[in-house]
Structure formats: C-alpha cells, structure tokens
C-alpha cells in the first residue's frame, strides 16, 4: 500500500514511544495503525500471564459493547489464530488466513456469530511482548470490503514490534502518577526506578538518585571515565550499540537495547531497557541527551532467554533456540531432538550462531551462556487468553 512509507513507520514509532511516558496516547497510535494498513480496528494487550489480568490494554474507535461480548463470551481457543500467535516467535505477525483455510474460518462459531455480523474478515496478530509474567498482542482486523492482509502489511507490523515491546515494558515500569505532563528532569528523581540518561557515546549526562546508588555500587552499572558501562563485556557493547542506534532516527534501533540483562555473575538479576530521546517529540524534554536508560530489577519482568540472544546478537529465533540448547552442554544430536529437526538443519543454524556470535566451538557457545547468565534460565510460561483480534 501506498501509506506504509518509511516516513509513516518513522512518525508511527516516534508516537509509540512517546506512550512509554504518556500512555494516554495509545488510543490514537492505534488509530493510526488502522488508518495505515486499511483496517478495521486494531487493540493492543499487556496482560499477565497468570491470571490474565492486563496491565494495559486499548483499541481504536470500535463498537464498545461488540468488544465487551468478544473480551467475556470467548475463551483463548475459541479465537482462531489467537493460540498460533502466543505460542509462536515474538516479533512474527500471523495472519488468522495463515493457520487456516477461508472456508474453515467461517465455520468457526466465532465467525458466524461474531466477526461476520460485523462484516470482518480476519485478523493478524504479533506477538510484541513475552516474558515470564506477561504476554503482548498487537491486534489488527480488516473487513469483508478488502483483500487479505498483505505481506508488505506484515512486515510494516514487524517493524513496530521491537519498538511496541520497549514502550510498554518502560512504561510498565514507570510511576506515571508521578511524572508530570512537562516531563522536567526533576521528576525523574522522584522516580523510584533507576534512569541514566547519556550521550551518543554513552557519556552519563544525568543520572536519578536510584541510578546513582547503583552507579557508587559499581553494579550493575557502572562508570568509566564518564561513560557508562557494565560487567559483562558483550552485554556492554550491545548497550553501547543500542545507545549509538538511539541517537538516530528512532526506526534504526529496532530490538538492540530491550531486555539486556546487565548483572554480574552472582548479582542480582537487572535489565536495561534503552529510550530513544529524539528532537520534535514529548521526549525532547529530556535533551540534549540522546537515550533513557531504564534499570529494571524485577526478576519476573526478565525477558524470555530466545529474546536475550536474538537481541545481543541479531539470532533468529531459531537460531536463538539452539544456542540455548548447544549452550547448555546437550550434544547436536540431542539438541536437534529436542527441538525436532533434522541434525543438518542444526549444524546449518550452527553455522550461522558461529559467525554472529564470533565463536568456533560448542565449548566457547557455553562459556557464552553461562557469561551472559540470568536470564537465560528462564522457561516459557503457558499461554493465556488475552483481550483478542479476529
């Protein structure tokens, strides 16, 4: 479609972003998105994934009651397509049409009473957000008037995923009670969560009163001649590299910089998630600096181990999955096993992890893992019905 420009998905980020510290905004990103591929509306969920609970949660403009009876009358299995998207590879639209046929969706009970009376058609769902106690949905549905969703459609929606994942896991952990509409730096100390703000170069230009006890600790983060740093020497080039990426424009930092796990072997699990602070936007009220690093500690917060390696060092998730295996100590043959491929398909993803991850051995891929640690040990958790799309 003509609407998905670069400058589109550029403008598009920059509002994503800007919701990390002003969540009311969600509304009209997500009108947005639907205006952009020709849907008919589009929600997006943060929900637990215990007890289904969401943390945020918006839609463009919709029928309200139609959205109540879809939320309450139908379980997570009844929604075609809605478990291929939770149980598939974050960042990976999935089109309803792609797990099934046109005739077999509409012999769904969901379709015939739900989505055709609305005159819908399907739905694509990516999965922006996965950690050990929540799971993100971006939902996009189109209408009975217009053509399948697209694959240029998809990857428009591939593309703001990363970028949806870093807003709403920096904004899940801010007080935004306490974060004044001007958005002056002196609200940051009253901020309970630890934020450096830094140069391109990752030269500490403020950090709050949270960040600085951390920062007099050495650990997780630490400064060196006034650029920050961290322990682990690969997790602090990819922070430097996000925080690089982040003083361009906001499309080229993509996934670097979410969910870096920045501790120590033998500290206390920490995350860094890295903001883009760019010039037209809320967030310019942070400059001149050019990135806001949020320190997490939540232990359950931690990023899936898939998640870690595909953004440290741009893996597939794949390739990410049989990291974790090799990385483990498991043979080959184990490891095609248990994830039930053919032994030359692993030695081909083998291949791939050694040259991305500048090793030669399976004895440097679990010194690896065993540097990168927390969170590495983390397990997926079950999926869970979210507030969903057709």
């Given at each position: 479609m003509g609407g998905l420009t670069s400058e589109v998905l550029s403008s598009t980020i920059g509002e994503i972003y800007d919701c990390a510290l002003n969540p009311?905004?969600?509304?009209?990103?997500?009108?947005?998105?639907?205006?952009?591929?020709?849907?008919?509306?589009?929600?997006?969920?943060?929900?637990?994934?215990?007890?289904?609970?969401?943390?945020?949660?918006?839609?463009?403009?919709?029928?309200?009651?139609?959205?109540?009876?879809?939320?309450?009358?139908?379980?997570?299995?009844?929604?075609?397509?809605?478990?291929?998207?939770?149980?598939?590879?974050?960042d990976r639209p999935l089109t309803t049409l792609s797990t099934m046929s046109e005739a077999e969706l509409e012999q769904t009970p969901f379709f015939q009473n739900w989505a055709r009376p609305q005159g819908l058609r399907e739905g694509c769902m990516t999965k922006f957000v996965h950690t050990a106690d929540r799971i993100g949905l971006l939902g996009c549905t189109i209408g009975m008037n217009r053509g399948i969703i697209?694959?240029?459609?998809?990857?428009?929606?591939?593309?703001?995923?990363?970028?949806?994942?870093?807003?709403?896991?920096?904004?899940?952990?801010?007080?935004?009670a306490r974060v004044v509409a001007s958005l002056y730096r002196e609200a940051l100390d009253n901020l309970a969560v630890p934020i450096v703000l830094t140069g391109a170069d990752g030269t500490i230009l403020y950090a709050n009163a949270s960040a600085e006890v951390m920062l007099s600790a050495k650990s997780p983060i630490l400064s060196r001649n006034g650029v920050l740093h961290v322990q682990n020497a690969v997790v602090g080039r990819a922070l430097l590299d996000a925080i690089a990426g982040a003083?361009?424009?906001?499309?080229?930092?993509?996934?670097?910089?979410?969910?870096?796990?920045?501790?120590?072997?033998?500290?206390?699990?920490?995350?860094?998630?890295?903001?883009?602070?760019?010039?037209?936007?809320?967030?310019?009220?942070?400059?001149?600096?050019?990135?806001?690093i949020f320190i997490s500690t939540t232990t359950s917060a931690s990023p899936l181990p898939?998640?870690?390696?595909?953004?440290?060092?741009?893996?597939?998730?794949?390739?990410?999955?049989?990291?974790?295996?090799?990385?483990?100590?498991?043979?080959?043959?184990?490891?095609?096993?248990?994830?039930g491929i053919s032994e030359s398909t692993l030695k081909t993803h083998l291949r791939r992890i050694f040259a991305k991850t500048g090793t030669a051995r399976q004895a440097d891929l679990v010194k690896l893992v065993a540097n990168i640690g927390t969170p590495l040990a983390a397990s997926v958790p079950p999926a869970h019905k979210l507030a969903p799309s057709v």
């Amino acid at each position: 479609m003509g609407g998905l420009t670069s400058e589109v998905l550029s403008s598009t980020i920059g509002e994503i972003y800007d919701c990390a510290l002003n969540p009311a905004g969600w509304t009209d990103v997500l009108t947005r998105i639907t205006q952009t591929i020709d849907a008919a509306y589009t929600t997006i969920a943060l929900a637990s994934a215990t007890d289904n609970r969401g943390r945020f949660a918006a839609q463009s403009p919709w029928d309200p009651a139609q959205m109540r009876t879809l939320q309450e009358d139908y379980d997570f299995d009844q929604i075609p397509g809605l478990k291929a998207a939770v149980d598939g590879d974050i960042d990976r639209p999935l089109t309803t049409l792609s797990t099934m046929s046109e005739a077999e969706l509409e012999q769904t009970p969901f379709f015939q009473n739900w989505a055709r009376p609305q005159g819908l058609r399907e739905g694509c769902m990516t999965k922006f957000v996965h950690t050990a106690d929540r799971i993100g949905l971006l939902g996009c549905t189109i209408g009975m008037n217009r053509g399948i969703i697209t694959v240029e459609e998809q990857r428009f929606l591939a593309l703001l995923s990363p970028h949806l994942r870093r807003a709403s896991l920096i904004g899940d952990l801010l007080d935004h009670a306490r974060v004044v509409a001007s958005l002056y730096r002196e609200a940051l100390d009253n901020l309970a969560v630890p934020i450096v703000l830094t140069g391109a170069d990752g030269t500490i230009l403020y950090a709050n009163a949270s960040a600085e006890v951390m920062l007099s600790a050495k650990s997780p983060i630490l400064s060196r001649n006034g650029v920050l740093h961290v322990q682990n020497a690969v997790v602090g080039r990819a922070l430097l590299d996000a925080i690089a990426g982040a003083s361009n424009a906001d499309t080229s930092l993509g996934a670097r910089g979410i969910g870096l796990p920045i501790s120590g072997i033998d500290q206390a699990p920490a995350v860094a998630y890295v903001l883009p602070l760019t010039d037209g936007t809320a967030r310019a009220a942070f400059r001149p600096a050019c990135a806001a690093i949020f320190i997490s500690t939540t232990t359950s917060a931690s990023p899936l181990p898939e998640a870690v390696l595909t953004t440290l060092f741009n893996l597939t998730p794949a390739e990410a999955r049989v990291l974790l295996r090799i990385g483990s100590g498991l043979t080959p043959s184990k490891s095609a096993l248990s994830l039930g491929i053919s032994e030359s398909t692993l030695k081909t993803h083998l291949r791939r992890i050694f040259a991305k991850t500048g090793t030669a051995r399976q004895a440097d891929l679990v010194k690896l893992v065993a540097n990168i640690g927390t969170p590495l040990a983390a397990s997926v958790p079950p999926a869970h019905k979210l507030a969903p799309s057709v």
